[in-house]
Structures are given as C-alpha cells and as structure tokens.
C-alpha cells in the first residue's frame, strides 16, 4: 500500500495561484502514475491532470490546461499541482492519487484538500 498526503489548499482570489503537494510514503516503488483529481459540491470527482512517474509524461483535463501544472519529485516521492489563474470554478476539494502495480495493484488517495476561489 502506499500513504498519501496533500497540503497547499486554501482560499486565494480569481486570478490568483497554489500550489498543491502529494507526500507519498510506503510502496511507492510500485506507483506508475500518479493524479489530481478534484471534486465540487454536488458534482462528480473528476481527473484534473496525471503524470506518468517514469518518464514523467502528463495529462490535461481541459479545463486545466494552460494553467495548471503538474510535477513530481521522484526522490522525494512527491507530486505538485501549480494551479495559476484560479477561477470560482476551480473550488472544490482536491485529491491526490496513486497508482500501483504488482502485487499492491490499484488506485490509492489521499484525504483531499480544500481549494476554494473567491470572485
């Protein structure tokens, strides 16, 4: 299994910027991808952006495109989500997550983090 962790979520005004972090702890030699996924009041958790952990291919959602950008750290076993030109949009609770192979195989997340986006 592996443990992850957000911070960075808050409250900052349209147009302005956060960045998130995903701390991942335990089986992560097994993680191949991990995601941002984002879920609104009333609305369905949906897939912001991905990164391939090797190789670090990535993945847009388009609404994020142009001004989100998602990273990692592979020594630090840690992804970032830098969100520019919030909108009001953009509130929701952010989730990272992983995804593993082998023996562990599947989907893990991580608490989630509040991002909310005053206009």
């Known amino acids: 299994q592996v443990q992850l962790v957000e911070s960075g979520g808050g409250l900052v005004q349209a147009g302005g910027s956060l960045r998130l972090s995903c701390a991942a702890s335990?089986?992560?030699?097994?993680?191949?991808?991990m995601d941002w996924f984002r879920q609104a009041p009333g609305k369905e958790r949906e897939l912001v952006a991905r990164?391939?952990?090797?190789?670090?291919?990535?993945y847009y959602a388009d609404s994020a495109k142009g001004r989100f950008t998602i990273s990692g750290d592979n020594a630090k076993n840690t992804m970032y989500l830098q969100m520019n030109s919030l909108k009001p949009e953009d509130t929701a609770v952010y989730y990272c997550?992983?995804?593993?192979?082998?023996?562990?195989?599947?989907?893990?997340w991580g608490q989630g983090t509040q991002v909310t986006v005053s206009s």
């Open positions: 990164i391939a952990w090797s190789g670090g291919n990535t």
């Open positions: 335990g089986r992560t030699e097994s993680m191949y991808a």
């Open positions: 997550a992983a995804d593993l192979g082998g023996i562990t195989r599947g989907r893990y």
